[in-house]
């Protein structure tokens, strides 16, 4: 199991940007697919992007590309969401998620995750 904290939450007006930070307990030397999803209230749980730990190309979910960057340091301990442009739509609970796998062509199939954290709040204001 991974354990994951996000932090880097906050309140925004529309247009602002947020970065986003999730700290992992990543062994450096193992294979990851790593995500950040999100939850609005009264909504499921989304994926908005993912990323393979030892490459740079990020997967993106329609409604956040060109907006949203995922990046992932090879040997680093930690996942980032810069998220730009934002919109009151993008208000919700955003968790990174991460599974071990040597995939990754895969790391976009959403329902694979299984180790989360525990959230952090994004409020964008119009």
């Known amino acids: 199991r991974v354990d994951l904290v996000e932090s880097g939450g906050g309140s925004v007006q529309a247009g602002g940007s947020l970065r986003l930070s999730c700290e992992g307990s990543?062994?450096?030397?193992?294979?990851?697919?790593l995500a950040w999803f999100r939850q609005a209230p009264g909504e499921e749980r989304v994926g908005v992007a993912a990323?393979?730990?030892?490459?740079?190309?990020?997967h993106y979910a329609d409604s956040v590309k060109g907006r949203f960057t995922i990046s992932a340091g090879y040997r680093k301990r930690t996942l980032y969401l810069q998220m730009n442009n934002l919109r009151p739509e993008d208000t919700a609970v955003y968790y990174c998620a991460a599974r071990h796998s040597s995939e990754p062509d895969t790391c976009s199939q959403w329902r694979r995750y299984r180790d989360w954290g525990r959230g952090t709040q994004v409020t964008v204001s119009s």
């Open positions: 990323i393979y730990k030892r490459h740079d190309t990020g």
């Open positions: 990543f062994d450096p030397y193992d294979y990851y697919c």
